[in-house]
């Protein structure tokens, strides 16, 4: 079972920045395609980056500009800059494979305005 353990979420205020770090159990290169999702209260998660094994990103056009998603294959990791943040950015956010895998703990990034 691959694992995804994810860090950084914090409250910060309207404006800041934050880095959200995701460390994977396995070879991210074997699973190929990996994303940043975000979950509200209710709903279910959705994408809101990803980023192919060759390195190729997409990203929602609420974030487009805002955040950016890396991988570093050498540490198994999958990382989310996320600056000019907005209230609206407000989420539990998780990463994980598209399609999605089992799922981890997520981070809490609250943003106050």
């Known amino acids: 079972q691959v694992q995804f353990v994810e860090s950084g979420g914090a409250l910060v205020q309207s404006g800041g920045s934050l880095r959200l770090s995701c460390a994977v159990s396995?070879?991210?290169?074997?699973?190929?395609?990996m994303g940043w999702w975000r979950q509200d209260p209710g709903k279910q998660p959705e994408v809101v980056a990803s980023?192919?094994?060759?390195?190729?990103?997409y990203y929602t056009d609420f974030v487009k500009g805002r955040f950016t998603i890396s991988r570093d294959s050498t540490k198994n990791t999958i990382y989310l800059q996320m600056n000019n943040l907005k209230p609206a950015d407000t989420a539990r956010y998780y990463c994980?494979?598209?399609?999605?895998?089992?799922w981890g703990q997520g981070t809490q990034v609250t943003v106050a305005s």
């Open positions: 980023i192919t094994s060759h390195g190729n990103d």
């Open positions: 994980n494979s598209i399609p999605s895998r089992r």
């Open positions: 396995v070879g991210t290169g074997i699973i190929g395609v």
